[in-house]
């Protein structure tokens, strides 16, 4: 970009609750002007930068659940609520990611093009040094939010070809030409690995300070610098910024999407490089022993009141590999907590997740092998499922109160007593904290983060990489299987542990059942989180399976058949292009059944 053609004017977009990252003072109405460039004053170009950090969508939570099989809400004005009773139009769409990330991507191209105008401290090879890292930073932001364009606008054009989203490596003035038409959905993939490579090469595995005599411990890429020059620029300070870890993280959740069928018909070679990279990213944090080792952290991340406490300087507990930066507030609680417990009791989880989590033998409870005993339901459970879902009888909040879902109950926690009340007998436990107080005479706030990557998540993702890239058994060249990670994390999770997971065992030998039992984990340590809205459209499954719940009267159970019911058709497992877009550029082809 020259100097003069565009005049841009950059708001400085904080990071929420930034205590623990960089925060830079606000700028207003700046132009790009490189002469103006002072050390003391390159705040107002790293500002440019934290823009892209801040249009990451993963910075706060989505609730897309509501939009699945796995949750309701009470919420009548909840965006994917009416996404799934058939209120999902080009024109009308919770899920667009199309000016966030464009708009992000912008201004890493702007940062791109600038980043080496700017003096970025008087010593210049420090300057030179935060150069190299904020292009790594830029190149592995525009990356991630290339990734979420895809993930939320990629499908098959009405040409029958399976397209991406236009492609944008450099900056737009106001003489470009905007009518562009999208990329093949395999040339964006390779462009983000291009991306990746560039972040990779720039950007140290992680933040991190050394000490006199560890000079050996600097990467070679960064040439002959001091101690203190390499610490300036890559240093513990920051952490929390994208660093090669997290470039190698993102590589992997890419990956894993471009190999998913309803991306990829029939390439088996996307399913092993999937299963790579996700076992780079694991064997990084100690392979398969890291599930086992990290027992509470891996389960209860949110609630670990020691870790959470902890968190400084862009440190990360065991579990989490990239996240948020952290905030002393009660707003989950607040929307999810039920009635009684002064809270609105927004997320549902449904009957159909509850079924979902087996005995605590690890036999799904259809199977006759698993005792489970319908009169009396939350009794011989997968531990995970008190711990993430609240269920009529469980307690909740600083004071253990007992919480009553039934219909003939005589509190507003009752199913439908109240417009906060649960519609499907369940109350969302999972990424709450029971210590927060809600009541108005007493209230407390703690501590809260949101994770952009677990393990967890690169852990499952490996497992269901590798099962259809080589079996249940299969390693490739890796030290583990998919059957590894599962027996991993069921074990954490305290399945199977009296008779040896007999159900995994029994299955371990069978793509197919292995694919759904892969499946099926990952729905239930990931929910919540914002993965099974994403994870059916990519498995290309059934998305009009109806919400179910349960009505408890007098003690007995009765299963709700239909709560909500999902209006999706099947061209709708992939998003649509915005309708404003494709009116304004008739080069940019809409997906197959929008309008």
Known sequence: MNKGILKFLACILLLTSCQDLIEPAQENNRQLDPNAYLPSDSRFPFGILLNGYNRIPSNSWSFNDVATDDAVTNDQNNGYLKMATGQWTANNN????????????????I????????????????????????????????????????QA????????????????????????NFNLPRASFDDCIKQIYTDLDSADVRLPLDYQNLVS??????????????????????GVTFSGLLSGRIAKAIRAKVALLAASPAFNPNNANKWVDAANYSAQVLNLNGGINAITSNVASGLTWYSNTAEIAALKDGANPPEILWRNNWGENRDLEQANFPPTLFGNGRINPTQNLVDAFPTVNGYP?????????????????????????????????????????????TTNDGLNKVATSTRTGYYMRKLLRQDVNLNPTSSTNQRHYKPHIRYTEIALSYAEAANEAWGPTGTGTNAYSAYDILRAIRRR???????????????????????????????????????????????????????????????????????????????????????????????????????
Not at 371 to 376: A, L, Q, T
Not at 526 to 552: H, M, P, Q
Request: charged share 20%; proline share 4%; hydrophobic share 35%.
């Open 94 to 109: 919770p899920a667009n990611q199309w000016t966030n990330c464009y708009a992000g991507i912008q201004y890493m191209n």
């Open 111 to 150: 940062m791109l093009g600038e980043v080496d105008k700017v003096k970025w401290v008087n010593d210049p090879v420090a300057s030179k040094l935060f150069a190299m890292r904020i292009k790594g930073e830029a190149f592995g932001i525009r990356a991630l939010l290339m990734y979420h364009l895809l």
């Open 153 to 176: 606008h990629a499908g098959v054009g009405k040409g029958g070809n399976m397209l991406g989203v236009p492609i944008l490596t450099k900056t737009q003035t106001t003489s470009d």
């Open 213 to 234: 005599g560890q000079e050996s411990q600097i990467p070679t890429k960064y040439g002959t610098v001091t101690i203190e020059q390499y610490n300036r620029a890559f």
């Open 365 to 409: 409870i259809s199977d006759p092998s698993s005792g489970f005993n319908p009169n009396d339901p939350y009794s011989n459970r997968d531990p995970r499922l008190k711990m993430f879902i609240l269920v009529n009888g469980a307690t909740a909040g600083v004071n253990n109160t007992a919480i009553n879902t039934a219909a003939d109950g």
């Open 493 to 595: 999770a305290g399945i199977g542990l009296a008779n040896n997971d007999a159900y995994l065992e029994s299955i371990k030998n069978n793509k197919e059942q292995m694919r759904q039992l892969i499946r099926n984990e990952r729905r239930l340590e990931l929910c919540f989180e914002g993965f099974r809205f994403w994870d059916l459209r990519r498995w290309d499954a059934n998305l009009t399976e109806a919400a179910k719940g349960v009505s408890i009267r007098s003690g007995a159970y009765t299963v709700l058949p239909s709560v909500e019911s999902r209006v999706f058709q099947s061209y709708m497992k992939y998003g649509p292009i915005p309708y404003s877009e494709v009116l304004k550029y008739s080069a940019l082809e809409q997906n197959q059944g929008w309008n």
